[in-house]
């Protein structure tokens, strides 16, 4: 079984949002990044994917 899900994005410096896709199989450690938003990169951390805004290169907020 595979669950899938939504998350918000908003750069709290430039307001810009936007919706990422992921999803996460049982036997899966980390989620997987199915899409991210024009304006938003994915880094890989230790403990899943981080959103970070590309022009400010700030963490988005939920």
């Known amino acids: 079984m595979t669950?899938?899900?939504?998350?918000?994005l908003r750069c709290p410096n430039c307001h810009k949002t936007g919706m990422a896709?992921?999803?996460q199989?049982?036997?899966d450690?980390?989620?997987?990044?199915?899409?991210?938003?024009?304006?938003f990169k994915?880094?890989?951390t230790e403990y899943?994917?981080?959103f970070r805004c590309e022009g400010?290169?700030?963490?988005?907020?939920p």
Do not use: K, R, Y
């Open 3 to 8: 669950d899938q899900w939504t998350e918000q």
């Open 56 to 61: 400010c290169d700030v963490a988005a907020e």
């Open 29 to 39: 450690e980390m989620p997987t990044v199915q899409s991210v938003p024009d304006g």
């Open 42 to 44: 994915v880094v890989q």
């Open 21 to 23: 896709s992921l999803s």
């Open 48 to 50: 899943g994917p981080d």
């Open 25 to 27: 199989g049982e036997s």
